[in-house]
C-alpha cells in the first residue's frame, strides 16, 4: 500500500512543480470564491458582522440577514475560516475548504476548538495564513462532535454517524441541526493559551451537562465534504463519476472511474498548496487498490513514501484516521513551498 502512496505523492507534488512566481514565492491565483451559508445559535443571528478570511490571510466581511444568511466573495485560496459575532457579544467560528455552503454555529465552533487543540480559535484566525487547519483535522473533530452530541442528535432525528455539521443542510426553523442547536446551551471561556467549554442539554427530563471528550470513540460515523453523494463531479472536475460497487465517494469524482470494479478500493488524492486556489492543482484518482491502510503505522512508516520524493522534497507530518490519510510536504528546492496531500481511501 505504501508504494501506491507514494505514487500518489510524487504525482500530486509533480504536477506542482512549476508553481511559483520569478521571485521565487508561492503563486497568488486570479479568481474568486463565494461562501454562503446560515448563522445560528438556534435562532438566527441576525444583522451581525460575518468574516472570511482566505488562507493567504485576507479578509472579506459583510452582515447576515433576517435569516441569518450570508454570502462573501473572496478571493479563491482555500481553506477558509469563519467568524461570526452574535447580538450578546459571542464569537461563532466555522471552516470550509473550498467555495460553497457552510454553517456556523456553536457546534462548528465546538468542533473548530477540539481540532485547534483547545487553544482560542481568534488567535487562530489571526495566525491562519501560517498555520491554517487541515480539512481533515477538523473532518476528525466534527466526528467528536457527533459522538459526544449522539444523544442530542438522535432526540432530534439527525443522524449523527453521517451528518457533517458544517456543511449539512441547514435552516433556521426549529428542525434537523437548528433543533439540537435550539435544545443546547454552550459557553466556551478562554485564556491566553487554552479554551474551556460548558455544553448543557436542555431536554424534556431536564437540565444535562454534556462533558466533551476529546477521546471518544468515533467508530461507525462517516463523514465527508461533500453534500451531493458519489454520483456528481464536484468543484474542479471533469464530469460526474459513480460508485462502481457499493460504496461512495464524498471527494470530487471528476479524475474517478465510474465502473471501478465492486469490492476495491479507490484512492482520491488531494494537494493543496500554500498561496494557490483550491482546484489549482489536478486532482489524482488510482482505482482498482486490494485494500486501503489499516492504520496510521501503515499508511505512514514505510520508507518508500520518502526515498522515492524527488529531491528538495521532504514529508513534514503524516497522519492517516478512518478513511482519509494526509502528508504535509515541503520543497525547498528551486524555492521552499509547503504542500498537503490528502488521500480518500474508498471500497467501491
Do not use: H
Amino acid at each position: 500500500m505504501a508504494g501506491v502512496v507514494a505514487a500518489g505523492v510524487l504525482a500530486a507534488l509533480a504536477a506542482c512543480g512549476g508553481g511559483g512566481g520569478d521571485d521565487g514565492s508561492a503563486a497568488t491565483v486570479a479568481g474568486t470564491a463565494t461562501i454562503s451559508g446560515v448563522a445560528a445559535i438556534g435562532a438566527p443571528i441576525t444583522n451581525q458582522k460575518v468574516t472570511v478570511t482566505n488562507a493567504q490571510g485576507a479578509s472579506q466581511e459583510t452582515q447576515t440577514s433576517s435569516t441569518g444568511a450570508f454570502s462573501v466573495t473572496i478571493d479563491d485560496v482555500a481553506p477558509f475560516v469563519i467568524r461570526v459575532n452574535d447580538a450578546s457579544g459571542n464569537t461563532w467560528y466555522s471552516y470550509t475548504p473550498a467555495a460553497g455552503t457552510v454553517n456556523v454555529n456553536p457546534m462548528t465552533t465546538l468542533a473548530l476548538l477540539s481540532a485547534n487543540n483547545n487553544q482560542p480559535l481568534s488567535a487562530l484566525v489571526t495566525n491562519w495564513a501560517n498555520a491554517p487547519l487541515t480539512q481533515s483535522a477538523v473532518l476528525d473533530a466534527a466526528k467528536k462532535l457527533n459522538a459526544n452530541l449522539q444523544n442530542v442528535m438522535t432526540a432530534n432525528s439527525v443522524p449523527y454517524t453521517s451528518t457533517n455539521i458544517f456543511n449539512g443542510a441547514f435552516a433556521a426553523n426549529g428542525t434537523g441541526m437548528d433543533a439540537v442547536l435550539d435544545d443546547l446551551g454552550v459557553s466556551i471561556s478562554c485564556s491566553t493559551n487554552s479554551c474551556t467549554q460548558i455544553i448543557n442539554w436542555f431536554s424534556g427530563a431536564g437540565t444535562t451537562t454534556i462533558t466533551w471528550n476529546n477521546s471518544i470513540d468515533t467508530t461507525g460515523i462517516t463523514l465527508s465534504w461533500s453534500t451531493t453523494g458519489g454520483n456528481t463531479g464536484g468543484t474542479g472536475g471533469s464530469g460526474g463519476g459513480g460508485t462502481g460497487g457499493s460504496g461512495t465517494i464524498g471527494v470530487n469524482l471528476g479524475s474517478c472511474s465510474s465502473n471501478a470494479q465492486a469490492g476495491t478500493y479507490s484512492m482520491v488524492v488531494q494537494t493543496s498548496v500554500a498561496g494557490l486556489g483550491a482546484g489549482t492543482i489536478p486532482e489524482i484518482c488510482v482505482d482498482g487498490l486490494p485494500d486501503r491502510p489499516v492504520d496510521q503505522s501503515d499508511f505512514c512508516s514505510d520508507n518508500t513514501v520518502t526515498n522515492q520524493l524527488p529531491n528538495g522534497v521532504s514529508i513534514t507530518s503524516c497522519s492517516f484516521s478512518g478513511n482519509t490519510g494526509t502528508i504535509g510536504a515541503r520543497i525547498t528546492s528551486p524555492y521552499t513551498l509547503d504542500y498537503t496531500v490528502s488521500y480518500t481511501f474508498v471500497q467501491r
